[in-house]
């Protein structure tokens, strides 16, 4: 893939970062019975970035946990010729809590859609509410994050690869093109 353009380097994404800490802090009137869940893979260090944040903002922590939506895709038999079971790492009750996901990009809507059916099975928040690094457009299904790092208007032929230096060794967004 080549590299068409850099649209958040480190210090973009930390910014990003620290307002959608605080528009979430905001909007629910402080942190009480938020809890913060990352969908996987990306979605986990930045929503551990966001609970950082929270943290240094209002000096109290917010519960983070991993969410693995493998088995609730639509697609799933286009990505494994077989399911694939992975733990999901909840322990604690999500009944008449404020959920927040966190992923890095929405593209389709297909994975918060996912997510969302995922979360029922786990229990029934009071809240749910998206934080996403990237929206890039091109909704399939009737989906609006609530917090947004950056919209980045795309075509279908490009890709948003997010970085982050947990998984990646850097962080950074950039805009590839297929081949």
């Known amino acids: 893939m080549k590299t068409k353009a850099i649209i958040l380097d480190e210090k973009a994404i930390g910014r990003a970062t620290t307002r959608i800490a605080n528009e979430i802090i905001e909007r629910n009137k402080g942190i009480d019975d938020i809890i913060l869940v990352g969908i996987k893979t990306r979605g986990i260090p930045f929503a551990e970035r966001l609970a950082k944040k929270i943290y240094e903002i209002e000096g109290k922590k917010v519960p983070v946990f991993t969410l693995d939506i493998t088995l609730y895709r639509d697609d799933l038999t286009e990505i494994y010729k077989e399911p694939r079971i992975e733990d999901r790492a909840f322990d604690k009750n999500i009944d008449n ?83």
């Open 97 to 179: 809590k404020i959920i927040v996901l966190v992923d890095d990009v929405i593209f389709t809507g297909r994975t918060v859609r996912a997510a969302l059916d995922a979360l029922v099975d786990l229990g029934r928040p009071s809240k749910v509410q998206l934080a996403v690094l990237i929206d890039r457009g091109h909704r399939e299904l009737p989906i609006k994050p609530d917090y947004v790092g950056k919209n980045v208007p795309t075509s279908r032929n490009e890709i948003v690869d997010v970085s982050f230096k947990e998984i990646d060794g850097l962080d950074r967004v950039a805009i590839n093109e297929k081949k």
